[in-house]
């Protein structure tokens, strides 16, 4: 067990609704990233948060947005869903700074009809 | 050309075989480099950190070729618990959080008895 936990582990949303995900980063971990792994495929980086602060955002659009707490939890938003945002979201937890592992959560299974 | 590339198997090997996964990627200013491995349905777990001296860990020995921008993992003496999907996964950024993976599409293993 890695200590990140995401909620919730499975969600189905219909077309054009908006989803929240969330993450609990490992105890001691400041920056948390979030990914999105379509089947198939290896995990594309979708944004990074640090200091409630998004630090870097891959490509994906705005209606993909974030949030960062004080306690390091984060969240990940995706407003108007698309077909194409079904995919397994996974959010990875790490200390900045330093280049230690990133501890991923066991992602949330989104499925868009 | 996909940042990261990697062979697209899959491969299916005996017990008791040696396997070897390569990658390559395009961005030269690429400091850090890893292998993880992902299980079927669940999230990606760090296999290990490869450096330009080559790096060994029991049966897997990560090599990394910089001036090639190429990266190798080998299993020596396969096992059925080595049935897995293998990521090539490189941070662009040099040391800091491990955010912002750049990873593979993967290729997956299966071990047979």
């Known amino acids: 067990e890695t200590g990140v936990t995401q909620s919730p582990t499975h969600l189905i949303k219909t077309r054009g609704q908006q989803v929240t995900l969330r993450c609990s980063s490992q105890?001691?971990?400041?920056?948390v990233s979030w990914y999105q792994q379509a089947l198939g495929q290896g995990p594309q980086f979708i944004f990074q948060?640090?200091?409630?602060?998004e630090n870097g955002r891959g490509n994906f659009p705005p209606r993909f947005s974030g949030l960062q707490f004080p306690n390091y939890s984060s969240e990940l938003n995706v407003n108007a869903l698309e077909l194409d945002d079904s995919a397994l979201y996974l959010c990875?937890?790490?200390?900045w700074g330093v280049g230690t592992e990133a501890f991923f959560g066991q992602g949330t299974r989104l499925t868009v009809v | 050309r996909k940042e990261v590339e990697q062979d697209p198997g899959p491969f299916n090997v005996p017990e008791g075989a040696t396997v070897a996964f390569n990658c390559t990627y395009s961005?030269?200013?690429?400091?850090?480099f890893f292998w993880y491995r992902q299980d079927c349905r669940k999230e990606p777990k760090l296999l290990m950190s490869?450096?330009?001296s080559g790096n060994e860990d029991g049966r897997f020995t990560a090599q990394l070729n910089r001036a090639s921008q190429y990266i190798s993992l080998l299993i020596r003496d396969s096992k059925l618990s080595d049935s897995a999907t293998y990521l090539c996964?490189?941070?662009?950024?040099?040391?800091?959080?491990?955010?912002?993976?750049?990873f593979g599409k993967g290729t997956k293993l299966s071990v047979k008895p």
């Open positions: 990875a937890s790490s200390l």
């Open positions: 961005n030269s200013a690429s400091q850090s």
């Open positions: 490869v450096y330009s």
């Open positions: 996964v490189v941070n662009p950024y040099y040391g800091g959080s491990q955010g912002n993976l750049i």
């Open positions: 105890s001691g971990h400041n920056t």
């Open positions: 948060y640090y200091r409630e602060e």
